[in-house]
């Protein structure tokens, strides 16, 4: 996803725009389905959630607790009183100045507590792993909202740089026995629960998070866990899919099936497909713009292939098989980087993602009278109105030279081809990491049967040719759960 980044100066800044975002979700949820759900994190956010939603008088107003269903994203296992519980953290904030309607708040099962101050002596890990279990029985489907906070070393919930829990894809509640933050034991949500959110946002605080935040927001490369949140696909992607009933989509389609009962929980299916850029320039909120601007994309990808030489056999030729470990593990084939597909995916991402993005950046300062702030705190175009008109008529509208931008436009989105596009074809997101011997040999005999190759561990296999030049272009709208997907329109080429 892409990150919005915003900063306040003020405390009762941070507050009033926290509050606002929250309210923005809260009446979005129950108008949906009646009821809001929320995770919150300990630490600093409690101040924020008490100036927020209880000294601010006009946002208090405009809070139903009595629809909340609040749960934490992570919790120390200690008594629910104690210093170190980030219940007894909002209880002392926010629930003890609620005199009528209060939230549901989802706490652990205080009766499993075992050992001393979370500290691991004494402790019954059988018990903590009962804990996590009973948490995650009582979650929802997915969260409305769920608000982080990032510790120095770049951890977000309970979830530290190198730790296993980072990879975890079965459990939605884990237990942790060796935080190397005190105390030691905590249970904490993990990536899908993640990846299914809704909304999410980190409240940071103080100038001791400026250097791990820098990291966050401007590594493409770093591993940390905030990081990783930020990195949850979501948005619309471009993807090129084989065409449907042709060999190569059938092939794929029966062997990733087959793959992923190798693996346990279910592992999310999916169409073949190379993703070829992700965040496309598309308005979500009007649906004739939606239309439009579908259209648009899927028309330059026609045009652009067009333009392209005709000196390949295949756009997508099938490469190695690997695994790879980030916020999820993921057992994909690598894709040959064929000049013209690297060339396909640097115009769409050139044209429907950089420049939309920068010269929309530059808009809003040259005419910040065309914009306001929505309840969350975004910054979005006002909306016609008699009494906007009025003063947008009043106000010179700056025009500004967008060549040079598409210029820069240009050379981003050629670094970005060469140092990050990374073309693959994913056949099964995995849970286990590393992969054993054992469990590589069978993925490979699998492969030589449906694939009909008999030297998969030579580490040829682009020699072999499989792939597709003619498919289906799609663009994806990858927001939640992936079989909650949309398909907002395709074309084929």
Sequence with gaps: MTADVYSY?????????????????????????????????????????????????????????????????????????????????????????????????????????TGKDGQVEGADIEKDKEIAKRYAAHLPHKFDVILLGCGPDGHTCSLFPGHKLVHERTQLVSYVNDSPKPPPRRITITFPVLESATAIAFVAQGSGKAPILKEIFNDPKSQL???????????????????????????????SSSINTLFPGSPPKFEPHITITTNVSVNLDDPSKTKDDVDKVLSACVVALQSLPKNHTKLVTIGNINSQRKYFQKLYFEVVKDPNLVSLAQIMREVFVIAPADIEAENQKQNPHLYTTDGQGNTVRRRPSKKHSREASQSTTKEFDTAEIRRRATYKAAEWAEKEYDPHISLVYSNIWPIDNALWLTIKTRISDYLGIEDVDAGNLHNHSL?????????????????DWIVLG????
Excluded at 44 to 66: C, F, H, M, R, T
Excluded at 225 to 246: M, Q
Aim: charged content about 25%.
């Design 9 to 113: 100066s003020e405390q009762a800044e941070l507050a009033d725009a926290v509050g606002k975002y929250i309210i923005k979700h809260q009446k979005e949820a129950i108008n949906a389905n009646g009821s809001f759900n929320i995770a919150i994190s300990g630490g600093s956010l409690g101040k924020v959630l008490k100036e927020a939603l209880i000294d601010n008088q006009d946002i208090a107003a405009e809070v139903q607790w009595d629809k909340w269903q609040v749960y934490f994203s992570d919790e120390r296992l200690v008594p629910l009183d104690h210093k170190d519980s980030n219940y007894g953290l909002f209880n002392e904030m926010v629930l003890k100045s609620l005199s009528s309607a209060k939230p549901t708040v989802h706490t652990i099962d205080e009766s499993l507590l």
């Design 225 to 255: 866990p905030s990081k990783l949140v930020t990195d949850i696909t979501s948005g619309v992607a471009l993807w090129f899919c084989p065409r449907p009933n042709s060999q190569i989509h059938d092939k794929l389609t029966t062997l």
């Design 467 to 483: 792939g597709w030049d003619s498919g289906v272009f799609k663009l994806v709208l990858c927001e939640g759960e992936v079989q």
């Design 490 to 493: 395709s074309v084929d080429v």
